[in-house]
């Protein structure tokens, strides 16, 4: 099978490149880097040309009111030219509970990218993740100093990127689901424990002081970013992935 992978450089991308590769397919990372660019469309028909699948896991440079244009643009150009070259599934990654957060404009971008996908003439499949391990350093450093870590107590199931891509590369090879695939991680924190538990692995003597307002995530309602019943758990622990990284 040949999957083409937007954003196939990128930290997920390259891990699904890499298992689709593994498991005998031939995927073909396509970025800017190698002739392909979503927001102009140039190199776009010639890189899905044959292309059984093609794979979107492209992001906004952007968390603000910027990224709906991106997302519009970018997912215009790829089902145009999916559908143009014959690709028989679409597969983008986005957010679990993307849908419950109005209060953010980079969530309400991503439910235009899944609407795009999921209004086009192309049969599609929609992983939806929850925040990655990988990601928790960039979280912390959004609110805070030389001496605190301010941080609320959102509900946060975070997972290891490797557990997103293992996800990505199945959906990827099987039937398009013209609907959801869930995953998250195995276990449930409140952001600023989470905080704490990647500070002391670090070695970082900072407080984390509590904080409703700080950060994007104080935006989000209640449980809005905890996985339903219908999810696929990761087997990766935060701790275990902490211990991993030493």
């Known amino acids: 099978m040949k999957i083409a992978v937007l954003g196939g450089t ?21 970025s800017p880097s190698n002739g392909v660019d979503l927001l102009t469309g140039d190199g776009l028909d010639d890189g899905l040309k044959g292309a059984d699948v093609v794979v979107n896991l492209t992001n906004s440079p952007t968390f603000d009111d910027k990224s709906p244009d991106f997302f519009r643009t970018t997912m215009d150009a790829m089902v145009a ?4 070259q014959g690709v028989g599934h679409a597969v983008i990654l986005s957010i679990v509970g993307v849908d419950r957060v109005p209060g953010l404009d980079y969530y309400r971008a ?6 795009i996908l999921k209004a086009g003439p192309v049969p599609w499949s929609i ?6 391990f990988e990601f928790v350093p960039a979280v912390l450093s959004w609110t805070s100093d030389e001496t605190t870590v301010r941080l ?10 490797a ?4 996800e990505v590369a199945t959906v990827s090879v099987g039937a398009p689901l013209n609907g959801y695939r869930n995953v998250a991680g195995p276990e449930v924190f409140t952001l600023d424990e989470l905080g704490r538990i990647a500070l ?3 070695g970082d003597k900072r407080p984390v002081v509590l904080d409703p307002a700080a950060g994007m995530f104080a935006a989000v309602p209640g449980d809005a970013l905890i996985a339903r019943g219908d999810a696929h758990l990761a087997t990766t622990t935060f701790r275990e992935w902490l211990a991993a990284r030493k």
């Open 10 to 30: 990128g930290l997920i991308g390259s891990q699904v490149v890499r298992l689709l590769t593994e498991r005998g397919h031939e995927a073909a990372p396509l």
């Open 81 to 84: 030219a999916a559908e143009r």
């Open 110 to 115: 991503k439910v235009l990218q899944e609407d």
């Open 127 to 132: 992983v939806r993740a929850t925040q990655f």
């Open 152 to 161: 609320p107590a959102t509900p946060v199931q975070p997972l290891a990127s």
């Open 163 to 166: 557990d997103i891509a293992a």
């Open 200 to 202: 002391e692995a670090g």
